[in-house]
């Protein structure tokens, strides 16, 4: 494997690492039953919009990562920050398309979002 | 050119595949709840620390498609492009799928630390029911305001 290839690869999975990170508590409460909703950084201004633990996971991490190599003079930091870019940019643009999605069922009251209501997002 | 982010023609294609991939995985998890008729196979899960079989295949067909494409295909150009977006691809796909791995395991510990669920014991009658049976009455009761630690008090 390539540098470059291994330094964007190392830089999706250290941002999909975040992301987890973050993903697992609220889903580990939520098996609990007590989802910690509306809460810090759980919360989203539009529910079409992903919450704000999805921006600080995929963009915050990928921009920290760029900043970081800017500063340090390092390519390998910035390499690693266009692969978190990737995955980041990927997840929060697949994942409003989904709430899109979600916010048109529930707005056109479609039967089957009646029934069964919104799905959990993770 | 429109290219605010001034991204060389490499981390464009790498952008497209990780696009590819993530729209594949929300357009079948979207299918899975809206899709009326949606193969129960691809909505189950084999183990619930794991995500959905529709999932799983979302996520990892785009990248083996992508590499199979670039095997197949004879002309050098299209080859490395195709190589270049099924990297992408899995840029996308392969992080995702631990996420998704981690957060369904998460998810099924934390009903599991839930502790064991006690269903409430229901009373069946052993006789079918042959007349509406009236075992409830309205009744009015008057209340009053009062002071204290009782919001009302029953007159009658």
Redesign the interface.
């Known amino acids: 494997m390539e540098a470059t290839t291994k330094n964007m690869l190392i830089g999706a999975f250290v941002t999909a690492g975040v992301d987890l990170a973050l993903e697992a508590y609220y889903m580990y409460m939520a098996g609990q039953g007590k989802a910690p909703a509306n809460q810090f950084p759980y919360v989203t201004p539009h529910p079409a919009i992903p919450p704000a633990d999805d921006w600080i996971a995929c963009a915050g991490v990928p921009f920290g990562l760029y900043a970081l190599g800017k500063w340090m003079k390092k390519d390998n930091l910035v390499t690693m920050a266009k692969g978190g870019a990737i995955y980041g940019g990927s997840e929060l643009a697949g994942q409003t398309m989904f709430r899109c999605i979600i916010e048109a069922q529930a707005m056109t009251g479609a039967v089957r979002y009646a029934v069964v209501g919104p799905p959990m997002i993770r | 050119m429109f290219n605010p982010l001034k991204m060389s023609s490499d981390?464009k294609q790498?952008?497209i595949?990780?696009?590819l991939?993530?729209?594949t995985?929300?357009?079948e998890?979207?299918a899975?709840?809206?899709v009326?008729g949606y193969p129960t196979e691809l909505k189950t899960q084999i183990d619930p620390h794991l995500?959905t079989n529709g999932q799983i295949l979302s996520l990892v067909a785009p990248p083996v498609v992508l590499k199979l494409g670039e095997k197949i295909v004879k002309s050098g150009t299209t080859k490395e492009k195709l190589g270049k977006i099924g990297?992408?691809s899995?840029?996308?796909s392969?992080?995702?799928l631990?996420?998704?791995i981690?957060?369904?395991?998460?998810?099924?510990?934390?009903?599991?630390?839930?502790g064991a669920f006690i269903p409430t014991p229901v009373a069946v009658s052993k006789y079918a029911l042959t007349a509406p049976a009236t075992n409830a009455r309205a009744t009015t009761t008057r209340v009053a305001p009062t002071v204290g630690l009782s919001k009302y008090t029953v007159i009658s």
Do not use: D, H, M, T
């Open positions: 981390e790498f952008l595949g990780g696009l991939s993530s729209i995985a929300y357009a998890k979207s899975e709840f809206y009326p995500p990297f992408g899995l840029l996308f392969a992080p995702r631990v996420q998704q981690g957060s369904n395991s998460a998810y099924a510990e934390g009903v599991k630390a839930r």
